[in-house]
Each structure stands twice: as structure tokens, then as C-alpha cells.
């Protein structure tokens, strides 16, 4: 386990490497310079040279690429460009937003998904199954940014319940914050169940028509019994794969919906970032976002291996 | 930390059905508890005020950065000058209780206001009135509007309330570029700072920034000027033009400086709790043409493409006809503004044959690059459909601001762009050399230099017709419209700027009744 653990982390840190490598040179080649999005239109020659002295960017590219990836190390990803404050003060205040709105809409996707997935498979072909499955055929058919609005027009501007957007930070009380969350999560978190719940149930129906449910049934199990203990274990590998790529998604940045809803996430970052040519912020961003990718498909087989015994001595 | 209602209790029954009936209760609680303590109706809180706009500035000191957005945001609230711009765009005095020029108007002497300190306590001095100016005219300055100091010779602080400058060079409208936000009174102690907690002299102090969402400000009571009326002031950042709508219309911001949503306007004016105020900011937006680059270099193909624009069309379809149709490279707000829009009337015909006679009768291919605002970009589509009209292809790309500033603006690659101007007087761009729309006109160059050295109003007026003839005279590009201000405020909440001279919101002016 530790060598499968050693092995895994070696080859994460290759695959970051080459992505910072890949990362940095795609963006020096980028064409824009960050001192020239300061200025704007009132830029000249002399102002321009100024602040590129300031920002470094005189140096030569080799250089500042040792500068970043040696800082990478010891947390310090440098002083953004257009914000004058350390990258790495950015970046976490939009993961203050981003991951706690991920997890939630992510928890209440896998909620509604897996729950409404079990029961159309519990009695596929029912009215009940053929109900659940239009409603999900329209959860993913209806991009989450619609559901945003429609969110916004029912809850906010006609009953007034929750705020229409923003977001007043976590100092101001966490009770505050998750309102303000709760709508973008739920946005977010409708076509991710509606997706959720279409592959609950194929793979439901699947392990049910598998013989040891048969068994099961002769051993005189109840029906509930059976899809708790036999059949809901066996469906989820495909269902754990799914949420891998739905958090993934979710955590690098839900930018339009972060628009619709003007929360400060890390999608919204990534265009202010884009707006400004703040490279320095963006590097870091892309990488971050390469990094998450990677973790959370470890955590993805590390999850097969709890629910699927077999998976555990695969060869890797 | 969450708080959920008290346990309700659950009726005696099955297990089974007592977990149910009790998740039951618990989410009705959770939800009930979620969606109420939002408070429909509250009555409106007299001690604070949330101003919303649609740019979010990246730092805060405008001696740094030239971000309008910085402006919207400090003006008048956190930072001052020695004076400054009312409403009206009509010098006001500020840090500076009074001043006086010398007949030859080569020296300025102010007298400091008694009781002006910064936020930290400490007094306004001469000393940081020096300091200021020096370090934004010094050689390594990064100041955007280098131009202000630039005619000073030296600045002398012979007493604590007294500043003496001296010009080396005559400048008519020095005393104006001093109530710029780039001219602001900083101190040496926190100038370090200023970026991302400044420390100003204004009405408002800074709190704190949540960025990405919001800027909390609170009233400075020890300002020279007296208390402001609202206690609170937080500006929150919208960009998307539909959010900011819902935030109006959900009562989530008390005013909107300037709403990107020109299309909701009927909608906004419908709702009796808010009033729209259409105004103009001081952009001038612009089919800014390569005067540098064949065909365009020949003032016929540039006049023919003008021509071709039918401005108003462009405008309604545009921002919904909220802009000012303009005629030169110059505000309607200005006192020496004059009326050129009749200069150029839309014409199809006459462009036709303005083009054959340039020998291009069958028409050619010219490349037009979108910035992204709303107006550039539907702007340019209609544009392109007119040029289209008179046998010109326009070959739309849309671009990232930093890829229009650097393609654009600074390597001039480009034929055709829509873009707005937005900052005040700045008739001066088509001085410059190497500007990026490509014109150099020595009888310009002369009635620009003429506004500098200009010895009265009168002088100063006519030079600047001359210069706004000039630029429509040459058709350096197609004249469009200025961009409107279009503010919406809840009903009650006085004091905002309907135009923009300047951009700004100065918080001290607002007033709920």
C-alpha cells in the first residue's frame, strides 16, 4: 500500500511539473503585456517601461519561470500583477467560495440523483420511473445558468426569500454566506442530479438482473434489503466516476453561473485574470486547477477501492 | 454558526414513520428558518447604503492605474486634491480653502484647509502636497496623467497651510488637471499602501475589500467638510448586465451607478420603487479607423465609410438609443463644445461614389476588432452590415481587452475598431504621435497647443473649435455617440451624479429622505 501510495504520489508530481512547464510557456507566448492592460488607452512608452520594471518583467523568461516554480515550493506564488497582493491571498479567499459551493451543490445533486435514481429503478417502467426520467431529460437538457435565473425570479425578486446574488464573505456570519449560497448551489446542482439519477438507474437496473439478486430473492430478502444491501453497492462505480467528473467540474470554476449570481469564485477570478493578462495569477490558477483534477481522480479510485473489494488488488 | 430551530415534537407511531415524519420537521424547520430571516418587507436602513457598478477595480490608487473603475470608487470619497470637479464639472476647492494665480499665471499659491487630515489623524501639510506632486511628476512615475505636472518648475511648502508652485511652462488648464483623480493628496507614510488599503483625506474611510464581491466603506466623522449623511457605504461589483438587473429590481443595491442593461430600462422605469436617470458620461465612441494603413490613409475611403454609418441606427441598436450623437472627438457637456453631427449626414449613395472615386468601386476587405463591452460588439455588427452595404467587408474579431490593447492599441495592427474614450478632455490623443488610430495633422497639433498657452476663456474656447473642426474636418475616424450614464436609484435615495464628468460617486452627496 505505501509503495502503491509512493508510486501514485511520484507520478503526480511528474504530471504537475510538466503542466507548470506547459502552463508557463503557453502563457509567455500569450500576446498582451500586463503593463499595457494597466494603463489602458492612456499608455505611454515611458509609463509602460515603469511598471514592467516594477512587475519584473524585465528579467528574462527563464528566470522568472525559476522564480515561480521555486516559490510553487514554499507556498509562494508571487504579487499578482493588477491586485498588488500576493496570489496566493487571491486564490484562497475564492476557494472560501468555490469549494464550499461545490461541496454543497455536489451533495445535493448526489441527494436528489442517487435517491430518485433508486426509485425509478426500483419500479422501472412504472408511472413513477417514467416521471422521474422526463424530469431528468429536462434537468440535463436545460444548461444550470437557466435554472440560475429562473432560481433568481421565483425565489428572489418575486417571494423576496434570498438574495439575488453577491456574496458578504464568511466574516460576516456563516448564516449570511450559505444564503447567499444557496441558490447558485441549487442551480448547479439540478443537471448534475438529473445526469446522477439516468446512471443510478441504468446501473440499478443492471446489478438487479444480475443472478445473485435472484439469490438474494430465494434467501427471502425484502425488496428494500436488496437494493440497500445487494444491488444500490454494486451500481455505484459507474455512479462515483460520474461525481468525480461532476466535482472536478465544479471546483474549477462555475463561471457562468458565478456571473449570474455575481459570486466572487475562482471562475470569475480566471476572467479578471484573462481581462488584465495577469499572467502571474493565471499560472497559478490553471495549475490549481490541473492540481484538483488530479487529486480528485486519486480520491475517485481510491473510493472503487471502499466499494469495490476487487478494484483493491488490481494492479496498477 | 447555523442555527436550527428548536426540536419540534414528533408524534408517537411506527419507527419507520417517526424517522420520516421527524426529517420531515427538521428540513420544514431548515427551511422555513432559511428563507424567512431574509425579511421581505424590512424598512429601509438610513444608516447605510449600497451603491453597485459594473467594473471592479484591481487597486484602489488612481496614481497607479488608470481603471476608471478605481475612480468610480475613490473620487471624492476616500482621496482628494488640493481642488476638484462638482457635478457640473465645475471646480470646486477641496484640500486647497483657496488659491490665487500670478498675472502671469506661471505661479500658483494655496492656502491649505485648517482641520484636513488623513484618516490615520494625521494633519494635511504642505509637505504632502509637495511630496505628492513631486513623486507623481518624478522621471520613474508611474502617474497615467503625466501631463498635469509636467509644467511644474518646482513646489515650495514655505509655511504648514501654504503650497507654492511654480510652472516652467504656461499651462491654461493646470488648475483643472489638479482636481483629476490622478492629482490626488497622498502621504509619504501610507503611499505604500494605497493600492490595497489606502489611507486618503475624504469623507469616507476604507474598511475592508471582499474581493471579487464588494467594498465597505465608513464615514470619516473628522472630515473638514462636516459629517456625511450616511454612515455606511458599501460598493458591490455586478458584472453581468442581467444580474444587475435582478440585484435592482430584488433590493439588493439601493443604486446603480451605471446599469449595463440599457435594454431593461422600461422595465426598471416601470417598477415604482426606482427612478432611472439617463445621463452621458464623457465617452466618446468612436469607429476609430487606421489613418496610417491603405485605403484608409485616403480621406475619401474614411469619409465614404462615415457615410456609410447610419449613427442613429447604430446607437438603438447599440445601447437603446441612450447616447449623445456627437460629430467631433469632444463632449456636449463641455462649454466650447460645437455641433458637428451634421457634417457627415448618412448618405449610401454619396459613400458609393466617394469610394469609386478613390478607385475602389468594387469595394475591399478591412478588418474590424471588437473589445469586449456590449457596445463595441453589437455596435461593430451593425457597422459591419452598413459597410457591407457600400461593398466593404468587414471581417469581425472579437478580442480580449488585453489583446485589443496590445494588437490594437499598441501594435496598430488593425483597420477598424469600435471603442469608447472614456476619459475627460482628451481631444489632446489626436496630438500625439504614434497614436494608435495613425493621425498626424500639424494644424491640429497647433489648436491643441493653442488650449495649453491659451491667456483667457475666450482663447481657450475658440482654440478648442478649431481643434474639434479639425478632427471632423480630416474624418480621423467615425464620430458615434457618447456613451450614456444610465443610473438607477430606489426611490428615496438622492444625490447621485446623472452625468459624468468625471468618473465618480461621491458618497457624501447621497441622502435617503
Known sequence: MLRFLARRGLSMAATLLVAAIVIFVVLEILPGDPAVAMLGVSATAENVAAIRLELGLDKPAFTRFLYWISGLFVGDLGISYSYRVPVAQLIAERLAVTVPLALLAQMLAVLMGITLGVFAAARAHSRLDAGIMALSQLGVATPNFVFGILLILAFSLTLGWLPAGGFPGWGEGGWRALRALALPAFSLSLPQAAILARITRSAMLEALSEDFIRTARAKGLTRGQIIRRHALPNALVPVITMIGLQFSFLVTGTIIVENVFSLPGLGRLVIQAIGGHDVILLKSLVLLFVGAVIVINALVDIAYGIVDPRLRKMPR | ?513
Open chain 2, 1 to 513: 454558526m447555523m442555527k436550527i430551530g428548536p426540536e419540534t415534537p414528533v408524534p408517537a407511531s411506527s419507527g419507520r414513520l417517526r424517522r420520516h415524519a421527524r426529517l420531515g420537521t427538521a428540513c420544514s424547520t431548515i427551511l422555513a428558518a432559511f428563507l424567512c430571516s431574509n425579511g421581505l418587507a424590512t424598512a429601509q436602513n438610513r444608516d447605510s447604503v449600497t451603491v453597485c457598478q459594473t467594473l471592479e477595480p484591481t487597486i484602489l490608487d488612481p496614481t497607479a492605474s488608470a481603471a476608471a473603475a478605481i475612480r468610480e470608487v475613490t473620487y471624492a470619497n476616500i482621496f482628494e486634491g488640493l481642488v476638484g470637479f462638482d457635478r457640473n464639472s465645475k471646480l470646486v476647492p477641496r484640500l486647497a480653502e483657496s488659491w490665487q494665480a500670478s498675472p502671469d499665471g506661471m505661479k500658483y499659491t494655496f492656502k491649505l484647509r485648517a482641520g484636513a487630515a488623513f484618516h490615520d489623524g494625521t494633519p494635511v501639510t504642505s509637505a504632502d502636497v509637495k511630496f505628492s506632486f513631486d513623486r507623481a511628476g518624478a522621471p520613474d512615475s508611474k502617474n497615467p496623467q503625466k501631463w498635469i505636472f509636467e509644467p511644474i518648475g518646482a513646489v515650495a511648502a514655505p509655511a504648514p497651510d501654504t503650497v507654492e508652485i511654480t510652472l516652467k511652462t504656461y499651462a491654461a488648464d493646470f488648475l483643472e488637471g489638479l482636481a483629476w483623480g490622478d492629482a490626488i493628496i497622498l502621504s509619504e507614510k501610507s503611499v505604500a499602501k494605497a493600492a490595497t488599503e489606502p489611507v486618503g483625506t475624504g469623507p469616507y474611510r476604507f474598511v475592508r475589500w471582499n474581493r471579487g464581491d464588494r467594498l465597505v466603506l465608513e464615514r470619516n466623522d473628522a472630515w473638514w467638510g462636516g459629517k456625511a449623511s450616511i454612515k455606511s457605504a458599501t460598493f458591490r461589483f455586478i458584472a453581468d448586465p442581467q444580474a444587475q438587473v435582478s440585484a435592482m429590481l430584488s433590493g439588493d443595491c439601493d443604486a446603480f451607478t451605471n446599469i449595463g442593461a440599457p435594454e431593461a430600462v422600461d422595465q426598471l422605469k416601470k417598477d415604482g420603487r426606482l427612478v432611472v436617470t439617463i445621463g452621458s458620461t464623457e465617452g466618446e465612441t468612436i469607429l476609430a479607423m487606421n489613418n496610417a494603413k491603405a485605403p484608409l490613409s485616403d480621406i475619401r475611403v474614411r469619409k465614404a465609410i462615415a457615410m456609410a454609418v447610419d449613427r442613429k441606427l447604430v446607437n438603438e441598436g447599440a445601447i437603446s438609443g441612450f447616447g449623445t450623437p456627437i460629430g467631433s472627438h469632444f463632449s456636449p457637456n463641455h462649454p466650447a463644445y460645437i455641433d458637428l453631427t451634421g457634417e457627415v449626414k448618412f448618405d449610401t449613395k454619396a459613400a458609393k461614389a466617394l469610394l469609386a472615386e478613390a478607385g475602389l468601386a468594387n469595394g475591399f476587405k478591412v478588418s474590424l476588432r471588437l473589445p469586449p463591452p456590449a457596445y463595441a460588439r453589437r455596435g461593430g455588427e451593425i457597422i459591419a452590415a452598413m459597410l457591407a452595404e457600400i461593398g466593404i467587408t468587414a471581417e469581425i474579431e472579437p478580442v480580449e481587452w488585453p489583446q485589443w490593447l496590445e494588437r490594437v492599441f499598441r501594435n496598430k495592427d488593425f483597420d477598424l475598431t469600435v471603442i469608447s474614450h472614456v476619459e475627460p478632455m482628451d481631444l489632446n490623443i489626436y496630438a500625439r504621435d504614434g497614436y494608435y488610430f495613425g493621425y498626424s495633422s500639424p494644424e491640429l497639433k497647433a489648436a491643441v497647443a493653442a488650449t495649453k498657452t491659451a491667456r483667457s476663456e475666450a482663447e481657450r474656447k475658440a482654440a478648442f473649435e478649431a481643434a474639434q473642426r479639425q478632427i471632423a474636418r480630416d474624418q480621423v475616424n467615425a464620430f458615434l455617440f457618447m456613451l450614456p450614464k444610465i443610473t438607477v436609484a430606489k426611490k428615496g435615495l438622492t444625490g447621485m451624479w446623472p452625468s459624468w464628468p468625471m468618473p465618480a460617486n461621491p458618497l457624501a452627496e447621497l441622502k435617503w429622505e
